[in-house]
């Protein structure tokens, strides 16, 4: 192991009340993080991916000391996460909770110089740190206004700038996109891309599959606290056979996919919704036998079926492959 | 738990528990920290300018309503039976001053309460976290910050009060008083953070702060000397710093006795508290973070 991050057998479980009227409730033991181990390599971009309440800011929080785990242990630039504390968050930027990390009643300069001082930077130098970050960002025109008069994408790019304060050799980035409208997502994915050239090792989560294409040299898949997957984009395609995946549109009720499923040549089938239409992927294990039983058993279900086609398998087709389902569907929903 | 590094692994930087901590508290950065969060703080208050106005005015409301109690139902006498109760006739001074004192008690409560309140609500208390700066030396600064403006509204509320009802603000001994002030400030701020650590356990600020005022205006015998206590309740005021604060400042200016006889005496049990409220505050914040570190973290609220 020597990587810039290095994560063995981590686990983390913790309990939720649930409530049952005024005075009743009841403790479960939600499992996180579920025997977790990998590494991210010096230099790169190491993609997070994974519906909501994956696990994936669990990961995060302990990998920034925010959390205990409750076993296993991960290590940040040589230093272990909850025996040296202090050293690993001074040796990480991070980015978690958007522009919920922000004193909003101070201006961008005002915070970024605190968080500065945060880090022990003196103050000639938190200063000219908080301006040229301020410069990177093209927030100049609105530095010395109230957090609380930004719009909510320049929260966003603030509490990013707020990341680069201690210029750590890690960015730890939690879904930086979020609320962000295209230009200014593109902006920041371009600034990531820029940091990653000069050196900076970056861990990124999201749940938006093209950005995770996009921008990551390699991507982890995680739901229900597993590691499903790990590996370069390119990797994780190959691993589907071209004539494993079938895209299949038409109207296609809830009952065709449920027979579907019981076929036993059928691995996964996931519906979404794209223009008004299904769309259908299944995942199967030889195309060429499966393929003639799936349109029967379709149509035999009041199916109408407009394209059956084979696509390059993508990072979504990857997911749903894994996971059973989109990204889009909520790991405790689904 | 701290654990030890696996056989084999690459990995030899990892410090023993202790001197992880030294690192921790070293002193400039965290004194570095210290002026940075107070200053942050008076910065969000110049956002507020109303707030100061109301910081000096709440005392003077607060001492009025005993002494008009004071002279409505005991007429013309009531400066000789306070005199027997207390050792001084002057009730109005005295009235002001406890109410003084407990203001710059109370506002250190309140402060660390709503700052680490305010923190969950906005979000900014993990930002904090993320941070190498330990959170002593950020409460360190909120400490300050409130002190501050503390001292600056009770001082005027003190002087405003005291030519509102006509009594010599100036009398007695002004510097031993403060001297008393001072050094229970140390104590305070420590309590102040086993308060935090309730805060951030039940997270909930109003709750606790409101029935705080209550238990801190009783013990401290704002209005009424805690002879008059009953005697567990009395042991339980004098094992509470600010009431040491508040004997040795009014005995300092009103001129009655302290509570040991000697003004050292008084002073000494304060220097006391100074040792071990911190160290039983630290201890109380640290436990409580490591037990919601362990559970769900302290994002949420």
Known sequence: ?334 | MYLLPKLGAPYQKILTKHEANKRIMKLRPGFSVILASSKTRLLTLSRYPGELLIDIITPIVFALIPILIGKASAGSGAETIFARNTGTENYISYMLIGSCIFSIVFFAFWNVAYWLRSEMETGTIEALYLSPSHRIWVAGGISLYSLIRSIFSAAIAYILGSFLFGVNPFQGNIVLALLFIIIGIIPLYGMTLIFGAMVLRVKQANTLVNLMQWIVSFLMGVFFPIAMLPAFLRVLALLFPPTWMNIGARASILGIEYFFTEWYLDLAVLWGFTIFAPLFGYWAFRSAENKIRSNEGVGTF
């Not at chain 1, 390599?41 to 800011?57: Q, S, W, Y």
């Not at chain 1, 409208?181 to 371009?190: C, E, G, H, I, K």
């Not at chain 1, 296609?252 to 239409?277: C, F, Y």
């Open chain 1, 1 to 334: 192991m020597s990587g810039t991050v290095c994560v063995e057998r981590l686990s983390k479980s913790y309990i939720v009340r649930h409530r049952k009227g005024l005075f009743h409730s009841q403790k479960r033991i939600v499992e996180a993080l579920k025997d977790v181990s990998f590494e991210v390599h010096p230099g790169e971009i190491l993609g997070l991916l994974g519906p909501n309440g994956a696990g994936k800011t669990t990961l995060i929080k302990i990998l920034t000391t925010l959390l205990l785990p409750s076993s296993g242990d991960a290590w940040i630039n040589g230093y272990h996460v909850q025996v040296n504390e202090n050293e690993v968050r001074a040796s990480v930027g991070c980015m978690l909770m958007g522009e919920r990390g922000l004193y909003w009643k101070l201006t961008g300069q005002e915070n970024l110089e605190y968080f500065g001082a945060l880090y022990h930077l003196k103050p000639t130098a938190r200063r000219r740190r908080a301006e040229e970050i301020i410069s990177l960002l093209d927030l100049n025109d609105i530095c010395n206004r109230p957090v609380e008069s930004y719009s909510s994408g320049q929260k966003m790019l603030l509490a990013f700038g707020k990341a680069l304060v201690n210029d750590s050799s890690l960015l730890i980035l939690d879904e930086p996109t979020n609320t962000l409208d295209v230009p200014t997502a593109s902006q920041l994915r371009a600034i990531v891309r820029d940091l990653n050239k000069q050196g900076k090792t970056i861990i990124y989560t999201t749940h938006i599959m093209s950005e995770a294409e996009m921008l990551c040299d390699r991507v982890a898949i995680i739901d229900y606290g597993n590691l499903l997957a790990i590996g370069s984009v390119a990797d994780l395609k190959s691993s589907l056979k071209r004539n494993q995946v079938i895209q299949i549109q038409g109207t296609i009720s809830d009952e065709a996919i449920s027979a579907l499923r019981l076929l036993p040549m059928v691995l996964q089938a996931t519906a979404a919704t794209v223009n008004g239409k299904n769309k259908l992927t299944v995942v199967v294990g030889e195309k060429r036998e499966a393929l003639s039983t799936i349109i029967a058993t379709l149509l035999e279900n009041g199916a109408s079926l407009q394209t059956i086609y084979q696509e390059q398998p993508s990072l979504e087709d990857v997911f749903i492959a894994k996971t059973g389902r989109t990204l889009s569907e909520d790991t405790y929903k689904a």
